[in-house]
């Protein structure tokens, strides 16, 4: 008999300063989300490509079944993930939950940013994730706050990534 839960539930955030690209500083990486590119006038700082949601979903696929977090498992004092597609984050804690015997029910991602608007690329973002977590595009939810009125609506820029994945057994 299986005793393994039927369901596992995993939650992980990410977040990262964003600077405004100048002539200067151009040809710097634009910023991702979700492995589409929402703006070519901002940038993220990061070791890797700064993708704040295929972060913040990887720690929350490894957090559902137990493992550590992205800073355990992909260290951004390792130069082997300098500059890295976050995509492959994803898809190794992915195949660890796999290799656990679970696969993805559903995700949701709620964003918050100042700047810059993020809403317009959200169809694409929730394709990009359907195809890589396995389900359908209506398993996907993505939102995005400017935080009126709050820290992230004013001063420094940054983005702050929430993700919650649920899992079910094979
Ligand atoms: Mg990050």
Redesign the pocket.
């Known amino acids: 008999m299986d005793d393994r839960p039927v369901y596992l539930v995993g939650c992980g955030s ?1 977040s ?1 300063i964003i600077k405004r690209a100048t002539a200067a500083r151009a040809g710097e990486k634009p910023l991702l989300l979700a492995g589409t590119i929402v703006s070519t006038e901002h940038t993220a700082v ?1 070791h890797s490509d ?1 993708d ?1 949601v295929y ?1 913040a979903l990887t720690n929350a696929l490894l957090l559902a079944i137990g493992e550590r977090d992205i800073g355990y498992h992909f260290p951004d004092t390792d130069a082997r993930y300098a500059g890295a597609n976050s995509e492959s984050f994803v898809r190794e804690a992915l195949s660890l939950a796999e290799g656990a015997g679970y696969r993805v029910s559903n995700a949701t991602v709620m964003l918050n940013a100042s700047e810059p608007k993020i809403s317009e690329h959200i169809p694409e973002m929730k394709k990009n994730l359907a195809h890589l977590l396995g389900v359908g595009q209506e398993r996907i939810g993505i939102g995005a706050s400017r935080g009126e009125g709050t820290w992230t609506g004013t001063g420094a820029l940054g983005i702050y990534a929430i993700a919650q994945v649920s899992l079910v057994r094979r």
């Open positions: 990410d990262h990061s700064g704040a972060h």
